[in-house]
C-alpha cells in the first residue's frame, strides 16, 4: 500500500498513478479517483480519509451555521 502522508494522496496500483482525493463541499461527498484512470479507488484507507473529510467538512458546516444564526438575531435586534 502506497501513502503519501504528507499530502494525503494515495496510490492507483493498476497504473501505477497518483489518486486524488476530491471534496465536494456543497454534497459534502468525498470520492478517491485516478488521476490518470479516473478510477475511483475504494479501499479501506480511503474510506478512512472519506470518514476524516466528512467530519471536517461537518465541522465546517456548523460553525458556518453557528455564524449565520448569530447574524440573522443580530439584523433581527436592530
Ligand atoms: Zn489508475
Redesign the pocket.
Known sequence: MHVIPVTGHRW?R??E?EASVAVDELTGSVTVV?T??R?VLETAANRQVVRTCRASLAAAHESRRARAQAQSSASAAA
Open positions: 492507483c493498476r497504473c498513478a485516478c490518470r484512470c478510477q
